[in-house]
């Protein structure tokens, strides 16, 4: 058995190459994926565009409406970081879908990651910061559905706060929403989550890895049934956007972390994506492969 890997080429969209959001990472983490022999023929699924009925779970049939016909204004576009073409509407049904075919091979295989998703700043009929649909909240409403569960998790460790999600699942008891991130950074309005860690800036790998070995500990005490891990990597030194100061060897304990504790309770994780913005490219897409390879490691052990 091993780790399952959804990804779309579709992931990519074309925003222009002066764009200062990194979209050609995800062509190039699949690509790293392989070489890695972490993604092979046998455990790579490739994803459906979401339907609308899915979406209806957790956004607006207007707000879709504007996406699939590309109609947002001036100012929607704006809050969303991205030109609304046709390739990023593709993208975000794709993207969408994806985390909920990981989500779905999670529960028979226990760990399963997209190479996309973690679009946490999506509200319910408003796109944010680059997020257009909230894919983990879309997944998470999918599988409390078809599989009836008890209490879901969503751990959204990206440096910015999981806001969209805090706010679609505010009056959720079934869903639990807990985002450690950095208190001045985006979006400048925080929402409620259930746990909400807010990390002074410069923080290191010592004392992050301190508060997250102890969030774990009480989320443990919860008995989730089911996991979904937002790992975004602007938690790094060099990222653009992130404020902190933790290592790649940081992240790495990060990773194992979070991934063995759930796997060795038995709870299926589905890891998404979440941001990185990192300076260096090359350093950016290893930085992501860690999520994958740490599940292909755990689960191989
Ligand atoms: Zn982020």
Do not use: W
């Amino acid at each position: 058995m091993t780790v399952s890997i959804v990804n779309h080429p579709d992931y990519v969209a074309q925003i222009g190459d002066d764009h200062r959001f990194p979209i050609k990472k995800f062509g190039e983490l699949i690509k790293l994926l392989v070489k890695k022999n972490i993604a092979t023929k046998n455990n790579t699924f490739t994803p459906n565009e979401v339907s609308v009925s899915t979406l209806l779970n957790v956004h607006s049939e207007e707000y879709i409406n504007k996406i699939n016909n590309l109609s947002l204004n001036e100012d929607e576009v704006r809050k969303l970081g991205f030109p609304l073409v046709r390739s990023v509407r593709r993208r975000s049904f794709v993207a969408t879908g994806g985390t909920v075919l990981a989500a779905k091979l999670a529960i028979k295989n226990k760990l399963a990651c997209n190479t996309a998703g973690g679009s946490h700043h999506a509200f319910y009929d408003q796109g944010n910061g680059y997020c257009v649909f909230n894919d983990v909240a879309v997944a998470a409403k999918f599988l409390k559905k078809k599989y009836l569960l008890r209490k879901i998790l969503i751990l959204d460790l990206d440096v910015h706060q999981g806001d969209g999600t805090a706010k679609i699942f505010q009056n959720d008891d079934t869903i639990f929403t807990a985002s450690v991130h950095s208190k001045k950074n985006y979006p400048s309005k925080k929402q409620i989550s259930n746990i909400d860690i807010e990390l002074e800036d410069g923080i290191k790998d010592d004392e992050y890895l301190n508060i997250l070995s102890k969030l774990i500990y009480k989320v443990n005490k919860y008995n989730f049934d089911y996991v979904f891990y937002i790992a975004g990597v602007d938690v790094h030194s060099e990222d653009r956007l992130g404020k902190l100061n933790i290592s790649e060897t940081g992240i790495r304990s990060r990773e194992r972390l979070v991934i063995n504790n759930f796997y060795k309770k038995k709870i299926p994780l589905c890891g998404v994506l979440g941001g990185g913005y990192n300076h260096n490219f090359h350093k950016l897409i290893e930085l992501h492969s860690i999520l994958h390879e740490t599940c292909k490691n755990i689960i191989e052990s």
